[in-house]
């Protein structure tokens, strides 16, 4: 029984992997096939018994450095995409960072041609009342 543990607990650990859903059809039928072979075969039930712990033995070792293999690939690819995923927000902000200097830019511009025109129009302004002042000061 603890067999089938085994392949229950690889099922859960890489099942959405398609090399782990290979690997465990071909394990499965493996452990299938060896069992039925040793089961049939005409020896005594000790024999039998110890065969079946060899190959569980066996079977649990490979088990074991296949889901070590697939989980540092899994790593692997879990690293390669942080890396892609900080490099493209780097990207972006970047990116971002340089069309706000241009919109602080214009916004700059615009301030100033409103300084401009609104000195124009206090000079206008102060002009005007200059004028007003004059002409009561004469009456």
């Given at each position: 029984?603890?067999?089938?543990?085994?392949?229950?607990?690889?099922?859960?650990n890489?099942?959405?992997?398609?090399?782990?859903?290979?690997?465990?059809?071909?394990?499965?039928?493996a452990v299938?096939?060896?069992?039925?072979?040793?089961?049939?075969?005409?020896?005594?039930?000790?024999?039998?018994?110890?065969?079946?712990?060899?190959?569980?033995?066996?079977?649990?070792?490979?088990?074991?450095?296949?889901?070590?293999?697939?989980?540092?690939?899994?790593?692997?690819?879990?690293?390669?995409?942080?890396?892609?995923?900080?490099?493209?927000?780097?990207?972006?902000?970047?990116?971002?960072?340089?069309?706000?200097?241009?919109?602080?830019?214009?916004?700059?511009?615009?301030?100033?041609?409103?300084?401009?025109?609104?000195?124009?129009?206090?000079?206008?302004?102060?002009?005007?009342?200059?004028?007003?002042?004059?002409?009561?000061t004469?009456?």
């Amino acid at each position: 029984m603890p067999i089938f543990g085994i392949i229950n607990k690889l099922k859960q650990n890489i099942m959405a992997s398609n090399t782990g859903q290979t690997l465990l059809a071909l394990l499965t039928g493996a452990v299938i096939g060896a069992g039925l072979g040793i089961l049939y075969a005409p020896d005594k039930g000790a024999n039998t018994r110890e065969k079946l712990n060899k190959e569980a033995r066996k079977t649990q070792k490979r088990l074991s450095k296949q889901i070590r293999e697939t989980t540092e690939t899994l790593s692997e690819k879990a690293q390669l995409a942080r890396l892609s995923f900080e490099e493209k927000l780097n990207e972006t902000l970047s990116s971002a960072s340089y069309k706000a200097d241009d919109i602080l830019l214009a916004m700059e511009d615009k301030l100033e041609a409103l300084r401009k025109q609104n000195a124009k129009l206090q000079k206008g302004a102060t002009a005007g009342e200059t004028k007003a002042a004059v002409k009561k000061t004469t009456v």
